[in-house]
Every structure is written in structure tokens, then in C-alpha cells.
């Protein structure tokens, strides 16, 4: 299969190494950035199989484009493209939001005479890092992979898309494009622009001392990590969420205004009962528990803040053939020792790495 990836940050370049991983035989990818740094470091690793010089012809033979630029860029590009691309080609994105550019490009290939399908595609995994070189094979791993076909999508197109989609570890899910982004909006928008609007707050209110800033720890770092994200992509995405956002902040700031309510009142019963539900329902979401049939064998081990302990760690559980299938640091913790999460394959696996860890005087943690 022919594949072109257009924009290799983050997300492109996850794609390209994640498809590289478990195709590479039968998989040629043909790569574009605008940026040269990103394409040269991508095809020197071995992630993309050719730099395309320009955006049109390059992808003619393509039977898959995945277009993984900011959402803003996603028509144009569509756009350009669509003269040059083979018939049947199926293009898809992998962008924060459906609604604007599913309808836009629906318009556009009902005008066109080429015939060409596009299915909008968003993964549910990702992290506040940017560029290629945060760019990981396993980022797809047991995550949501939402699909917002068209209404004539042939079911055919859909089908090879979320065999791919399998292939890469993570699991398909069909919705509309409307409720994508008014989901979206609730469980991922509206919380970036939260965190953002925290740290303003820190910062706008801390003073020559930088107190705020030195005491700010624990609830608030892992509150505030997706502040952090590429501004660049979540501008673009607040402006191609506008409605569905506008609606959503409606109801969070009655939340607020009832909780300010509460507080004005001293009214305890409804303070604690506004706390005691948040728990009650947050304690029901489960870290990685994505889909019943995809259940993930992981531990939590203290890894000591120096070089060679991650090293360390790993040799010990490939000495005791115990194949590692994911890796790394855990960003939400209060303190900065470091604690390392280990995915291995099944039960077995994890039982054996706690033993063996355990033997070694690691601290683990589930
Ligand atoms: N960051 C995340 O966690 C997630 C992001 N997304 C979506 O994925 C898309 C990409 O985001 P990231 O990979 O995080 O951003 P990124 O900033 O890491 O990568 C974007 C890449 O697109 C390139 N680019 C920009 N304009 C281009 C153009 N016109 N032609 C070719 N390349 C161009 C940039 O040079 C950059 O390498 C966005 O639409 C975002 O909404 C989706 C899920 C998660
Ligand atoms: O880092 C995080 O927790 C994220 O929220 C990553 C993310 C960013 C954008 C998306 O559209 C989906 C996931």
C-alpha cells in the first residue's frame, strides 16, 4: 500500500513510525512538512520511505493520505490536492475537530469530477509535546480512533481505514461529526483552556518574589500539564470549535456560578456534596481502561532520577524474556523522582516483572 502523511509533528510522525512498525514490508510512505528539519529527520529514521518535494504531485500514486497538520490547514490542503490524487484514493485527517472540515470538504468533493473519498479521523491519544522529535510507534496503542464518515461513505472505504486503524493498536469508533466535536469540546477543549487560563492566573496574580510560582506543585502541575500544548494547534482548534465551545463554556460557568453560590452562603452541605460527587464519578474513570477486550497489563516501578536507571530497568525484564510493549515516564505525579510505567503483553508477564522487580528492591505500584 501506497501511504502519504502530510505534516509530521506529533501526531504524522507517530502515525508514520506506528505504520513503519507493523508494515513495514508492504508499506511505502510518502512524507511532506513544511518544515525541512522534520521531513529530513523522518526519513533519516527510517519513518517515511521519500520526502515529497511539493504537496501535489508527490501524493499521486497514494491510495491513503493522512493529512496531520493543524485543523486550519486540513481544507486548503484537501484543496490542492485533490486535482493530483489517483481515483479511489481515500484521504482522511487525524485533526481535534470534524464538523467545519467534514462539511467543507464534503461541498468540495460534490463539486469536484474526481473521484475521491474523505473520512474524517481523529485519534484520542496524543500528550502537551510537539514536533517529530516527540514522536513515538506505540502512541496509538489502546487508543479511541474516532471515524466521522461522510453520509455516502462507502462502507468499503470505512472498512479499510479501521483495518488500519487496528493494525495500529488502536480502536475504531464511528461517530457523527456534530456530537464528535460537542464531545470534544466537553472532555478536551474546554479543559485546555482551562489549564491555560490557571496558569494565567498564577502568573498574572504572583508577584516579584515569584512566590506563586515556586509553591505551585502536586494538584496544580497535573492540572495544568496540557498548558503546555503547541499554541499553534490549539488556537486552530478553538476557532474551528467556536460553536460547540460557546455552548459548553455556558454551562461550565453555571457549574461556577453555583459553586460561587454555595461559597457566598457558607452553605457546607451543598460545598462538600459539589466535592463528594466529582469524587464518587471521577473515581470511576480508570487509567487505560479504553475497551473491554483490549485490557492493558501495567505497572507503576520509582525510577531513580539519574542516567542509566531507566536502562537498568529494562535489561532486567528483557534478561527475564519479559517483552515490554510500552514505556514511560509519568508525567502526573507530585514529586519529580520519577516513576516509570511498564505495559507488558499479558498476566504472566506481569506477575514474572514483579517478582522480578520486587527482588531487586523496586518499588511498584499499580
Ligand atoms: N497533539 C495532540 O496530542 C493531538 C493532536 N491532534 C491533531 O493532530 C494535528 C497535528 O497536531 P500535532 O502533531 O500535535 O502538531 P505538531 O505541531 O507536532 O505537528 C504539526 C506539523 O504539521 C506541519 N505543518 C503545518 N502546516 C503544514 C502544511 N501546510 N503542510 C505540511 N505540513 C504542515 C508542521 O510543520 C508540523 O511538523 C492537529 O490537527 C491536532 O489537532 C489530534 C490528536 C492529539
Ligand atoms: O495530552 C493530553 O492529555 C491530551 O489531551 C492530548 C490530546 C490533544 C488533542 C486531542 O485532540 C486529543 C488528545
Redesign the pocket.
Known amino acids: 500500500m501506497r501511504i502519504g502523511i502530510?505534516?509530521?509533528?506529533?501526531?504524522?510522525g507517530s502515525l508514520a513510525k506506528a505504520i513503519k512498525k507493523v508494515h513495514a514490508q508492504n508499506s511505502y510512505i510518502i512524507g511532506?512538512?513544511?518544515?525541512p528539519d522534520?521531513l529530513r529527520a523522518a526519513y533519516e529514521d527510517g519513518a517515511i520511505d521519500d520526502m515529497a518535494a511539493d504537496?501535489q504531485n508527490a501524493f499521486s500514486s497514494c491510495n491513503v493520505i493522512f493529512i496531520?497538520?493543524?485543523?486550519s490547514?486540513t481544507y486548503g490542503?484537501v484543496e490542492d490536492l485533490l486535482p493530483y490524487v489517483a481515483t479511489d484514493c481515500i484521504i482522511t485527517d487525524?485533526?481535534?475537530t470534524k464538523y467545519e472540515v467534514v462539511t467543507q470538504i464534503d461541498s468540495l468533493l460534490k463539486t469536484s469530477t474526481k473521484r475521491a473519498y474523505f473520512v474524517g479521523g481523529?485519534?484520542m491519544?496524543?500528550?502537551e509535546k510537539?514536533?517529530?522529535s516527540s514522536a513515538t510507534s506505540y502512541l496509538f496503542e489502546n487508543a479511541y480512533y474516532l471515524l466521522t464518515p461522510m453520509s455516502d461513505t462507502p462502507d468499503f472505504i470505512l472498512f479499510i481505514l479501521q483495518k488500519m486503524i487496528e493494525r495500529i493498536g488502536a480502536i475504531p469508533l464511528i461517530l457523527s461529526a456534530s456530537y464528535h466535536d460537542f464531545a470534544t469540546a466537553t472532555i478536551s477543549h474546554l479543559p485546555h483552556i482551562v489549564a491555560s487560563s490557571l496558569v494565567h492566573l498564577v502568573r498574572e496574580n504572583d508577584g516579584d518574589n515569584c512566590h506563586l510560582h515556586a509553591l505551585a506543585a502536586g494538584g496544580f502541575k497535573d492540572i495544568t500539564r496540557i498548558a503546555s500544548?503547541?499554541p499553534?494547534?490549539w488556537s486552530s482548534?478553538c476557532l474551528s470549535n467556536k460553536e460547540q465551545l460557546l455552548k459548553i463554556f455556558g454551562r461550565y460557568q453555571i457549574i461556577l456560578d453555583r459553586f460561587l453560590e454555595y461559597l457566598k452562603e457558607e452553605d457546607e452541605g451543598e460545598l462538600y456534596h459539589f466535592f463528594d460527587a466529582a469524587r464518587i464519578y471521577r473515581n470511576t474513570f480508570k487509567e487505560g481502561d479504553t475497551h473491554s477486550s483490549s485490557k492493558i497489563y501495567a505497572l507503576q516501578v520509582d525510577a531513580k532520577d539519574e542516567p542509566g536507571s531507566i536502562a537498568s530497568i529494562a535489561n532486567l525484564l528483557s534478561e527475564h524474556h519479559i517483552n515490554i510493549k510500552n514505556i514511560g515516564i509519568v508525567n502526573d505525579r507530585e514529586f519529580e523522582a520519577g516513576v516509570l510505567k511498564i505495559v507488558v503483553e499479558n498476566k504472566a508477564s506481569l506477575l514474572k516483572a514483579t517478582e522480578v522487580l520486587s527482588k531487586h528492591h523496586y518499588t511498584i505500584y499499580y
Open positions: 502530510i505534516g509530521l509533528g506529533l501526531m504524522g511532506y512538512d513544511t518544515c522534520s504537496r496531520c497538520t493543524p485543523v490547514r490542503i487525524i485533526g481535534s481523529h485519534p491519544t496524543g500528550s510537539f514536533g517529530y500544548s503547541n499553534a494547534i482548534i
